[in-house]
């Protein structure tokens, strides 16, 4: 990730929307060499993601690259022979499909 950098991302700078349009929330603006999200990570919670690069007239940097993925929600498992865990409502930290019924069976 390498965009042109500014004080309020006034240059060059890639936005990210949680969701299909630019009226979607906007999860941020960033530019520089700072990765967006959690070290390049970014977690949406729809099932669009809208992005909008926009450059200056002036210096340019050498860009970005993205790589995305989907994964289903997972909802309730067996969970046998672990001393500790963590357990997250499908769909976790997006928010989880209608009409679930889950359930997590831990056995120690």
Request: include cysteine.
């Amino acid at each position: 990730f390498n965009l042109e950098s500014g004080g309020s991302c006034g240059y060059d700078w890639l936005a990210i929307h949680d969701g299909s349009d630019a009226r979607s929330s906007l999860i941020g603006r960033f530019c520089g060499q700072t990765l967006p999200g959690d070290n390049g990570t970014v977690i949406t919670t729809r099932n669009g993601v809208f992005m909008e690069f926009r450059s200056d007239h002036s210096v340019a940097g050498h860009g970005f690259h993205l790589t995305w993925n989907t994964t289903d929600p997972v909802c309730g498992e067996l969970i046998t022979g672990q001393t500790r865990g963590t357990i997250m409502s499908p769909g976790y930290p997006g928010r989880y499909p209608h009409n679930a019924d889950c359930t997590w069976t831990i056995q120690v």
